[in-house]
């Protein structure tokens, strides 16, 4: 089971950037999908980015991250990032990394999750 462990949340106003990471630790492959999800309160879990570390790198993004979000891993210090620029009001959320066999949209797909960071942008 992989273990994952997010950090880098915060406040920041709109138009600001943060960067969150994912640690992650526990497995001796590589995860063949690596995804940072997001819930805000009262709303479903969504997915904002997803990565193939062992498959090119190839990335894909929610329309409404796109542009201004960037996911990356590190292989070698084993880390998930998400670089966010121009921060808006309604990117405020929990984010969450987790890994699966594949990018699925559907996070009950997903085996293993982080507790998540929060991020709040305020106007």
């Known amino acids: 089971q992989v273990q994952l462990v997010e950090s880098g949340g915060g406040s920041v106003q709109a138009g600001g950037s943060l960067r969150l990471s994912c640690a992650a630790s526990?497995?001796?492959?590589?995860?063949?999908?690596m995804a940072w999800f997001r819930q805000d309160s009262g709303t479903a879990r969504e997915k904002v980015a997803s990565i193939y570390p062992t498959y090119g790198g190839r990335t894909w993004y929610a329309y409404s991250v796109r542009g201004r979000f960037t996911i990356s891993f590190d292989n070698a210090k084993r880390t998930l990032f998400l670089q966010m620029n121009t921060l808006k009001p309604e990117d405020t959320a929990m984010y969450y990394c987790a890994t699966a066999g594949s990018c699925y949209d559907n996070p009950t797909l997903y085996k293993s999750w982080g507790q998540g960071t929060q991020v709040s942008v305020s106007s």
């Open positions: 526990g497995y001796t492959e590589t995860p063949v999908c």
